[in-house]
C-alpha cells in the first residue's frame, strides 16, 4: 500500500529558512488549512497518510520530505544542510524504521532529500546549496550496492533539484532548465515548465494522479495533455517558504506489509 508521511506546520513556520526569496509574512492559519487540503488530496489518492506533530522549534520541520529518500529497498537518512533543521531527523527516522532498514548520511556530508528525484533504478541528485559533494558519494556508495544509478546534477538557481524537476511518468521529466542543468535528462522527453510559471516545475505523483501547484494555468495545460488524472492544489503559504508540492510528504510503497499480505496468502492456500 501507498504510504504518506507528512508533518503539521510548525507555528514558527514565519522564522523559516530561505536562500532566494524575499522573506514573506506567513499566515499559519492559512497555511493549517492547505496542509489539510493536501493530506485530504493524498488520501483521496489512495495513500495512507501517517502523521507526524509539527515541532515548534523547527520552523521548516512541514517539509518533511528533505529528511529521508526512501528507496524499494531501504530508507536513507538525510543530513540536512540548513543546521537549523537536523532536529527534524529523528522523528522521521522512528516511523521509517517500521518500514524498511535505514542507512545513514552523515556529516560532514550533507543532502536533503529534496535535491534527490528517483526514476525507477536511475537516481538523480542535485548539487546544491544544501546538497554537497559528500554527500552525493555518500548516497551514491549505499544506491549502487543496491543496483541503483546515481548521476549529480547542478542546481543553480533553485533550492533543490525537485523545485525545477519532477518526473510525470517513466519517460517524461518537468523542467525548468533556468534553474538546473538538463543535460542528465536527455535521455528522457523533456517539458519546460514557461518562463513566467518558473515555480511550477514541481508536481507531485500520487498512485495514478499528478498534482500541479494552484496558479500556473499554462504549466496545468502542459501537464493535461500528458496525464490523464491531474490534481490541482493551493500550496501560496509554503511557496512564501520556498517549499513545493512533494516537500510537504515522503511516499513510498509499504513493501513489508506486502510481503507480510503475501505470506499470510500462501498459510491460508496451503491450508
Given at each position: 500500500m501507498l504510504k504518506a508521511i507528512t508533518r503539521a506546520v510548525s507555528r514558527n513556520i514565519n522564522g523559516c529558512e530561505l536562500t532566494f526569496k524575499q522573506r514573506e509574512s506567513l499566515d499559519y492559519e492559512k497555511a493549517v488549512r492547505q496542509h489539510a487540503s493536501y493530506c485530504a488530496l493524498l488520501t483521496r489518492c489512495g495513500?495512507?497518510?501517517?502523521?507526524?506533530?509539527?515541532?515548534?522549534?523547527?520552523?521548516?520541520?512541514?517539509?518533511?520530505?528533505?529528511?529521508a529518500v526512501v528507496l524499494e529497498e531501504v530508507a536513507v537518512i538525510a543530513s540536512p544542510g540548513a543546521p537549523s533543521r537536523r532536529g527534524e531527523v529523528k522523528a522521521v527516522e522512528e516511523i521509517l524504521s517500521a518500514h524498511r532498514e535505514v542507512a545513514h548520511i552523515k556529516s560532514p556530508a550533507t543532502l536533503d532529500g529534496g535535491d534527490v528525484v528517483l526514476l525507477g533504478k536511475?537516481?538523480?541528485?542535485?548539487?546544491?546549496?544544501?546538497?554537497?559533494?559528500?554527500?552525493?558519494?555518500s548516497l551514491t556508495r549505499i544506491a549502487r550496492s543496491l543496483g541503483y544509478n546515481v548521476t549529480p546534477v547542478s542546481v543553480m538557481g533553485s533550492l533543490h533539484l525537485t523545485t525545477a524537476c519532477s518526473v510525470l511518468d517513466e519517460e517524461t521529466v518537468l523542467l525548468n532548465p533556468r534553474w538546473i542543468d538538463a543535460t542528465p535528462f536527455a535521455r528522457y522527453w523533456v517539458l519546460n515548465v514557461p518562463d513566467d510559471e518558473p515555480w511550477s516545475a514541481n508536481t507531485m505523483r500520487v498512485g495514478a494522479s499528478v498534482c500541479v501547484e494552484a496558479g500556473a494555468p499554462r504549466t496545468l495545460e502542459l501537464v493535461n495533455k500528458h496525464c490523464r488524472e491531474v490534481e490541482v492544489l493551493d500550496i501560496s503559504e509554503f511557496r512564501k517558504a520556498e517549499g513545493s508540492l512533494?516537500?510537504?510528504?515522503?511516499?513510498?510503497?509499504d513493501t513489508r506489509a506486502e510481503d507480510h499480505s503475501n505470506q499470510n496468502k500462501e498459510v491460508m492456500y496451503v491450508h
Open positions: 495513500a495512507e497518510v501517517l502523521s507526524l506533530e509539527a515541532h515548534d522549534e523547527n520552523p521548516d520541520c512541514c517539509f518533511v520530505a528533505d529528511t536511475r537516481i538523480f541528485v542535485g548539487r546544491s546549496n544544501r546538497t554537497n559533494s559528500q554527500g552525493i558519494e512533494a516537500c510537504l510528504s515522503i511516499l513510498f510503497q
